[in-house]
């Protein structure tokens, strides 16, 4: 398997599950700075992953 299929399947699968780490910011609340920063670096993590792995062979209808 090549680097940049390595890093599109990844890309794919981190933001498939990243979702999941935002139920515990929802519950717990953004209260604080550190938990904006979190939230907000979550969601630029989750972005990026979306852009990297969008080609990934597998999420296309066959």
């Not at 953004?30 to 062979?57: C, K, N, Q, T």
């Amino acid at each position: 398997m090549r680097l940049g299929a390595s890093t599109t399947a990844a890309g794919f699968w981190i933001s498939t599950l990243l979702p999941v780490a935002y139920f515990p910011i929802f519950i717990v609340g953004i209260d604080s700075i550190g938990r904006l920063s979190l939230f907000l670096g979550l969601l630029a993590v989750h972005a990026l992953a979306l852009v990297v792995g969008h080609d990934y062979p597998a999420s296309r209808p066959q």
